[in-house]
């Protein structure tokens, strides 16, 4: 499993049931959580490619407060 903090916020990157690499943002604290299936939508075979698509993803997409 690979955890990650980005912007404040934790991400999970792992495996489910089903085989597939998943992102899950785990910082319930600022009222939102989701699970991103990280196969389906960026084609990742491998945990490491799931960390490093979820930081190009973050990179490429910044949270701003406020907007």
């Not at 912007?7 to 604290?29: A, C, F, M, P, R």
């Not at 490093?52 to 907007?67: C, I, Q, R």
Request: a positive charge; aromatic letters at 4%; proline letters at 1%.
């Amino acid at each position: 499993m690979g955890e990650i903090s980005i912007q404040g916020v934790k991400h999970s990157v792992k495996k489910n049931k089903s085989g597939d690499i998943v992102v899950e943002h785990t910082n319930i604290s600022n009222g939102r959580y989701d699970k991103i299936n990280l196969t389906k939508k960026a084609k990742v075979k491998t945990i490491s490619e799931g960390v490093e698509a979820t930081k190009k993803w973050h990179k490429k997409n910044p949270y701003h407060k406020g907007k």
